[in-house]
Every structure is written in C-alpha cells, then in structure tokens.
C-alpha cells in the first residue's frame, strides 16, 4: 500500500474526466484525460514543490491535484478555440 495515493489520484483524475465528458459531450474522453492529467500534475507540483504544503507521503497532494484538474477542465471549456 506503498504507492495507494498515487493510484487514488490517478483513478480520481480518471474520474473527474470521464464526469466533465459526460456533462459537456463536446470533445471525446482522451482529451478530457489529457487536459485533466496535465492539471492534476501541475496541481500537485504546486502543492509539493512550490507551496510546500505537502509532501508524497501526505495525501493532501491529492486533493490538490484533483483541484486543479477540474479547474483546468473548466478554463479548456471556457477558453477553448470555438470553430
């Protein structure tokens, strides 16, 4: 039970994609996956490196990262290219 946190935020990021795609039904799965990865990584890049408010061992990266994919899923809804 080593690595449980990481393999909770990957299912939670999962998660969190597959929500935004059924709710919004405009893109496909694999972008919402690929906005919601990259979001979830920077969030827990800022939690652990930059704000230092948590560290692999914690799980408040968690909730980080699971913060910031869905505020990144909802900036690519709001500011995405309309054509």
């Known amino acids: 039970m080593q690595y449980a ?3 909770i935020a ?3 990021v999962l998660g ?3 929500l935004w795609d059924l709710l919004s039904g405009r893109r496909g799965f ?3 996956v690929l906005v919601a990865a990259v979001g979830a990584a920077c969030g827990a890049f800022l939690a652990i490196r930059v704000f ?3 560290a692999f ?3 408040l990266w968690v909730a980080w990262a699971l913060a910031a994919s869905a505020a990144t899923l909802l900036a ?3 500011f995405r290219s309309k054509r």
């Open 5 to 7: 946190d990481i393999a």
């Open 10 to 12: 990957v299912l939670g």
């Open 16 to 18: 969190v994609a597959s």
């Open 30 to 32: 694999g972008g919402a």
């Open 52 to 54: 230092g408010v948590s």
């Open 57 to 59: 061992g914690d799980w």
């Open 76 to 78: 690519y809804t709001l």
